[in-house]
């Protein structure tokens, strides 16, 4: 997904709106040059979902910053892209309404969840958001749309694969016992993969216990800020992430992302723990981690250490290639 990042005076600046009273969100369809307490959820929301720098303030006014980023969410869930946040867009949301989520879904400790009804592709709102939460929280890839597309149904069928249960890509009562499971065993017989890319097979360059090492050491830095030539979680910059992350598991690599593309073994296809380049300038110049399900973990000059979709509209004409150490 493509990120906005603009400083608090300029979210909130030009041409001020007339004052309406409040609503609840998705009471109301919100546009451009509307200033409203609705506005200011509705970039709470796009804050939370990486479409809004986490530093930005949300003003409650919608100018052309937050218009291009409820674009930007519109053309990431699939949907009508206008700019305007109306019914289709909150429902994506998981917004009913009456602003409450439209999710069925209890959240307690750990990963307890339960939903009413069956979920499978082509479902919207919030209790798709919240099973894309649960499967993220445990590392499989799903998205943040809250809408059950490709990504989310590859998701489950990997967690069902792992869970040991009926793999169908379909969220029903058998997959939401499993989520409550408190532990899912991944599996780590000899050759076999999953749709999250993981694999115990010699051909990953790693086993499957060391990718998970690798993994956990990226997410546990996830919010570090970027910093030009930074190595530590007080501020990395793309390379340098990638650098601490193996050398916290006791690989040393090449420091920056050209040698890293020079020195790495290229893959076609990467699986959990390849290193994936792309070219934001001549030659490869951005360098990550890949976690699965089209998604990598890196760290961004606008975003600090985010995990990003590989296919979104700013990465994806960008891919250079993969490569595994």
Not at 170 to 193: C, D, F, H
Not at 234 to 240: K, P, Q, T
Not at 290 to 311: E, R
């Amino acid at each position: 997904m493509k990120k906005v990042v603009v400083s608090a005076a300029l979210a909130g600046s030009v041409l001020l709106a007339p004052q309406v009273a409040d609503a609840a969100l998705g009471d109301q369809t919100l546009r451009e040059g509307m200033r409203h307490g609705d506005v200011q959820e509705l970039q709470d929301k796009l804050k939370a979902e990486g479409y809004f720098s986490r530093s930005t303030t949300s003003t409650g006014y919608f100018g052309t910053i937050t218009r291009a980023a409820v674009r930007d969410f519109q053309r990431d869930a699939g949907i009508g892209v206008d700019g305007i946040a109306g019914p289709q867009t909150f429902r994506a949301m998981g917004v009913s309404s009456n602003g409450t989520s439209s999710s069925n879904v209890s959240t307690g400790s750990g990963n307890w969840i339960s939903f009413n009804g069956t979920l499978r592709s082509g479902a919207r709102g919030g209790s798709v958001a919240s099973l894309q939460d649960a499967l993220n929280t445990l590392g499989y890839g799903a998205g943040t749309t809250g809408v059950f597309g490709p990504k989310t149904e590859s998701a489950v069928r990997s967690f069902q694969r792992d869970a040991g249960i009926g793999v169908d890509g379909i969220a029903g009562p058998q997959t939401y016992r499993a989520l409550n499971g408190e532990s899912v065993v991944k599996s780590s017989s000899s050759g076999s993969s999953n749709n999250s890319g993981t694999s115990s097979s010699s051909s990953a360059g790693s086993s499957s216990s060391s990718v998970d090492s690798l993994i956990s050491t990226a997410r546990s830095v996830q919010g570090s800020p970027y910093s030009w030539g930074g190595t530590t979680p007080a501020g990395f910059d793309c390379s340098g992430f990638v650098n601490y992350v193996f050398s916290q598991n006791g690989q040393t690599l090449p420091r920056s992302t050209s040698q890293l593309w020079n020195a790495r073994t290229p893959v076609s296809n990467p699986v959990r723990g390849d290193l994936v380049f792309f070219e934001t300038r001549t030659g490869p110049s951005h360098v990550g981690i890949y976690l699965g399900n089209g998604q990598f973990i890196h760290s961004g000059a606008s975003t600090g250490v985010a995990v990003a979709s590989m296919s979104n509209s700013y990465w994806g004409p960008r891919y250079l290639g993969a490569g595994r150490f």
